[in-house]
Each structure stands twice: as C-alpha cells, then as structure tokens.
C-alpha cells in the first residue's frame, strides 16, 4: 500500500525486503521491480545487500521507475510552473541518485512515464534484456 509519510531508511528497508522475499529461490529467473527510488538514497546499504544477494543467486534485475513530476497535472500560473520546475528537479536529482547507485550495481532502470503503456514498456524491457545478456 502507498503511505504518504515514511520514517527515515524505511522505503529502502522495504525495498531490500521485497527484493529479498522476490528472489529468495535459488532458480535463476528476471525480476521486474516497480518503485519510484524514493529513499533508496537515503539508506542504500540494505538495497545493495538485497541486489547483492539476488546476484550471487544468479537472478537478473529490472526496475521501471515511474518518475513522478510526469504524472503531476500541468501549472497554469506563472508560479505554479516555477514551483513545478523548482519541485521537478529537486526530484530529478534524487532520481538520478537512485538510478545511478542501481546502475553502478549492474541493475538496468527504465524510467517511466505516462505515456509509456506496458506495451512500450515491454519492448523496453525486452530491448534491456538484449543489451543485458550482450554487455554482461
């Protein structure tokens, strides 16, 4: 379920959890994370752990991450689009740290938007999992 308020590490903590409980078999198979990062950053270590394991186990990993200010309704004042500016890169910087602490530990993202239906994320998917097994 989607809370709104969360104690600090806890999103982390129930990400590595979640990743723990997917790939707790030991036959090789893909997991498809969907999560927006929020606080991956913040408590990283438990999600490394989690993708470590998941490696060891022989499991690939994809996460598709909606990116949040796509899915917001569009300002209408002059203020309104620079609090949303101001608001979109603030989250585009946090995003970007997540995804990159994911990358850096050989876990594709694909981000999200509201455009893309599961049929573009599908092809997405499918066009990561090539490059996954040709670049290693």
């Known amino acids: 379920p989607?809370?709104?308020e969360h104690r600090q590490g806890e999103r982390a903590a129930g990400l590595?959890?979640?990743l723990g409980q997917a790939?707790?078999?030991?036959?090789?198979?893909?997991?498809v994370v969907v999560s927006?990062?929020?606080?991956?950053?913040?408590?990283?270590?438990?999600?490394?752990?989690?993708?470590?394991?998941?490696?060891?186990?022989?499991?690939?990993?994809?996460?598709?991450a909606p990116f949040a200010p796509a899915f917001g309704p569009p300002p209408h004042s002059a203020t309104a689009q620079r609090v949303a500016r101001v608001l979109a890169l603030d989250e585009h910087r946090l995003f970007a740290r997540?995804?990159?602490l994911l990358q850096q530990q050989g876990v594709p993202v694909l981000r999200a938007g509201p455009q893309d239906n599961l049929a573009v994320?599908?092809?997405?998917?499918?066009?990561?999992?090539?490059?996954?097994?040709?670049?290693?």
Do not use: F, N
């Open 16 to 18: 590595a959890a979640a």
């Open 36 to 64: 927006d990062l929020g606080g991956l950053w913040v408590e990283p270590q438990a999600a490394q752990r989690a993708i470590a394991l998941a490696r060891r186990r022989h499991h690939q990993l994809l996460v598709i």
């Open 2 to 4: 989607y809370l709104i």
């Open 121 to 136: 994320l599908s092809r997405r998917m499918v066009r990561t999992r090539i490059q996954m097994r040709r670049y290693g």
């Open 98 to 100: 997540a995804e990159h």
């Open 23 to 31: 790939t707790a078999s030991s036959r090789s198979q893909l997991v």
